[in-house]
């Protein structure tokens, strides 16, 4: 290791030993608890996370009692959480984990990637964080730290060239906790301002919540959940916007809802 990429690992446990950031799922990193909070934080700041993420445990405490999960029960924990769709992805992958696995989540990335809604980089975390895997992977404050020390003066970076420097700079040893300092730094990096990952090639700004069709399909599952609705209901509450058109389309095909006799409920 070059004595640039030493001093690299220097910065981030420094910081890490003197800011790091207290999480329940740090606190226990037993598989099932570091699967669940790693789905969740797909896409979901970390301060929503830290509200739902012990409801969820509490209502589901095991794979065996997630698998078994009925959808309104799910949801309905699962609300305010948004992408309702990982939901509906971690009950999936509790099924396979509790039959093809004897309820125990695997260890190999490659096999935690062949799970529901889960992807590389998600079946990566996982295993370094619930089996302290020395596997490398890129997410969005990780991108970030690495674009701020070796990208300073680049743009249209791209993740290809990071990753041969996180593997280069991971603590082999420590990988579960290493991955924690670079997130707590790169957290930290984006509160100066400056956002380093809008150097990046794979940098997307997220589209407006607010008058998306999103939101509907969030208001329509919220209003579904509480009771069957009819079409005519739900039309008159939206006054037939066509963004509620696309939000049941999508709904439906998607297993969230049914339609039954004109009337819309959860499935």
Do not use: C
Not at 114 to 139: D, H, M, R, W
Not at 190 to 218: C, D, I, M, W
């Amino acid at each position: 290791m070059e004595k640039k990429d030493i001093q690299f690992q220097n910065i981030i446990w420094e910081y890490y030993k003197k800011n790091k950031r207290p999480m329940m799922w740090r606190d226990d990193t037993s598989p099932y608890s570091i699967f669940v909070s790693e789905v969740m934080l797909q896409q979901t700041q970390v301060a929503r996370v830290k509200i739902k993420y012990p409801q969820f445990l509490q209502a589901f405490p095991g794979f065996a009692s997630l698998a078994k999960a009925d959808t309104i029960t799910l949801l309905s924990v699962w609300h305010g959480m948004g992408y309702n769709r990982r939901a509906l992805y971690l009950k999936a992958s509790a099924e396979i984990i509790v039959t093809k696995h004897n309820s125990r989540l695997p260890e190999d990335p490659t096999v935690l990637d062949a799970l529901p809604g889960i992807g590389q980089a998600t079946a990566s975390s996982i295993a370094a964080f619930a089996y302290n895997k020395p596997v490398v992977f890129i997410e969005t404050n990780i991108r970030r730290v690495f674009i701020h020390h070796y990208f300073a003066d680049k743009a249209d970076v791209n993740d290809r060239d990071i990753l041969p420097l996180v593997e280069k700079t991971l603590d082999a040893k420590n990988p579960r906790e290493w991955y924690w300092a670079l997130m707590d730094y790169g957290a930290y990096l984006a509160t100066l301002g400056n956002n380093p990952n809008k150097k990046s090639r794979h940098y997307k700004k997220q589209s407006a919540f607010k008058g998306s069709v999103r939101e509907v399909r969030g208001g329509v599952i919220a209003l579904l959940l509480k009771r069957p609705h009819t079409k005519k209901e739900l039309e008159d509450l939206y006054d037939k916007d066509e963004r509620l058109f696309t939000a049941i389309s999508q709904l439906e095909k998607e297993g969230f809802i049914i339609e039954a006799q004109g009337t819309y409920l959860i499935k």
